[in-house]
């Protein structure tokens, strides 16, 4: 869904994990996903190199970590992000590995090999709308 009307949006990513250790059984609680929602806007007449160029710009909207403990409890769950758009631009709803950014190579392999994460759906709701006063 692209945003081509301003306004308060909200996303919810259908999650459920398999193979994690029981809530009660988690000693290490890392972060095992990221969620996030990225705009790319064309921005056009920047000049570069004496000639006008056309780039694209990314823009994080929201972001979110899910962590061990979030999907030790084997069912389906919503994890919502909320976000605030002018109405302009491309939105891709992303979900990927988190993967500890130089703490841990990959927090997933560090939790089993049974361990499974499956997406059922990604939701996108207008929750209200904005008249701004250049549009």
Same mark, same amino acid.
């Given at each position: 869904?692209?945003?081509?009307?301003?306004g +308060?949006?909200?996303?919810s990513?259908?999650i459920r994990?398999f193979g994690f250790?029981?809530?009660?059984?988690?000693?290490?609680? &890392?972060n095992?996903?990221?969620?996030d929602? +990225?705009?790319?806007?064309?921005?056009k007449g920047v000049v570069?190199?004496?000639k006008?160029?056309?780039?694209?710009d990314?823009?994080?909207f929201?972001?979110?970590y899910i962590?061990?403990?979030?999907?030790?409890h084997?069912?389906?769950?919503?994890f919502?992000?909320?976000?605030?758009s002018?109405g302009?631009?491309v939105c891709?709803?992303r979900a990927?590995a988190?993967?500890?950014?130089?703490?841990?190579?990959?927090? +997933?392999q +560090?939790?089993g090999s049974?361990?499974?994460?499956v997406f059922?759906s990604?939701?996108?709701?207008k929750?209200?709308e904005f008249?701004l006063? &250049?549009?």
């Open positions: 869904m692209d945003h081509t009307d301003p +308060l949006y909200s996303v990513f259908r994990g250790s029981k809530p009660t059984e988690i000693t290490e609680d &890392w095992v996903l990221a969620l929602v +990225l705009r790319t806007k064309r921005i570069a190199a004496e006008v160029v056309e780039y694209l990314h823009e994080y929201a972001q979110r962590r061990i403990s979030e999907l030790a084997s069912k389906w769950q919503e919502e992000l909320r976000f605030f002018d302009r631009g891709e709803y990927s988190f993967d500890g950014f130089g703490v841990n190579d990959d927090t +997933l +560090l939790c049974n361990v499974r994460i059922d990604v939701t996108v709701q929750l209200r008249r006063p &250049w549009a």
